[in-house]
């Protein structure tokens, strides 16, 4: 029938898995179409903390089909670690997963050559996490990666072996040789062996065939819109494309399908590794947020660089992807803030511009903020829009008109249920 598609405006980590989480029972298929196991989807149900880097959010609702689609690339020691923590609760993988046949595999020679790729540019690294997504996309454009329905064909051992020794050539132009490859391929082949028992399918046709009888597909997208190897901060990127129309490439999709596009942001901005960052607080008050936000990589465990609200860049990211509906999550970080800020505009050789110029990074950029009032009130237990502190009414105002876009969820806390749903503006 329609696909609605959601995917994070910032530089990740905005809180999609738990969105997902809450919207997954509301369609018959939730799909991941890029990205892969540098992903960090946390969800947190009956007070325990679940993290999902390759298999969809809606994994945890019974009759909800979740399809990993050709556009992801799957780390099969990875998945095979994902799919064991999910069958320890009881939760029937196979049964309410498919996997693509076109999705790419990482192999353990592609986290390698990341490796020596990243330690190569020493001080200009960009902070990949090393999880060998970027070789793999590099392979998956140069037509040398295996894919999935690789693993079912009787070469599929000389096919390895063909793509492991042109990447064993390429550490040797790197001088990269601190490694034991031999180690690294006894779980990836068991890895290999886990996928090979699950649903390996054509994943285009299965979807598109649930459109034609009626059925409602939730698109989930990884990483952030500000990460867009094509309209992110680039070369501090990552190696997809994560705006709303990967997600008609990376599920084999007609982009007349799509519905609604759900976008993501958290009251304020933090960001993973290197790359220009505006606003970003390297103060006392940013290292408040990154604790009272528990703001540390899902994937990484790394400390994540915090600053205010980057709203041209948000304008830009929901401009991009033809934003519907704003959800604003973690806004409960700032309970006990005396007074926020946000950055409104740009300054640029002396001119002030909502526009984001061609480099973020340039010396001359200033942002340039306004400051509201804070609420000093715990939120948590309140569950209806109106009743929530005039400071955060009065804000979430201001980032409608600013925006133009309708937000229609306020995320109160971390909790599966602690969010608040706007009435005037549900569509859902």
Known sequence: MYVD????????????GKIVDYLADKYNIVARFQG???AGHTLKINGERFVLHTIPSGIF????????????????VTFQKETSKLEALNIDVRERMVISLRAHLILPTHKLLDAASESRKGQAKIGSTLRGIGPTYMDHTGRNGLRVGDILEPDFKQRYQALKEKHEELLGFYNYKDYDLAELEGPWFEGIENLRRLKLINTEYFLNDALAKGQTILAEG??????????????FVTSSNTLTASASIGLGISPTRIRKVYGISKAY???VGSG???TELDNDMGELLRQKGSEFGATTGRPRRCGWIDLPALKYAAMLSG???????KIDVMNDFEEIQACTDYEIDGQKTQDLPYDLGRKDLKPVFRTFPGWQKDIGDIHNFDELPAPITNYVAFLEDYLKVPITIVSTGPGREEFILKEQVSTL
């Open 36 to 38: 892969g196991p540098n």
């Open 269 to 271: 901005c933090t960001r």
């Open 61 to 76: 609702h019974e009759g909800v089909c979740n399809v990993v689609g050709n556009g992801v690339v799957i780390d099969p």
């Open 276 to 278: 220009p960052f505006p």
């Open 5 to 16: 598609v959601l995917l994070g405006l910032q530089w990740g980590d905005e809180g999609k």
């Open 323 to 329: 934003l519907t509906d704003l959800i604003i999550t």
């Open 222 to 235: 990884a990483q952030g819109s500000m990460l867009d190897i094509n309209f992110g901060t680039y070369p």
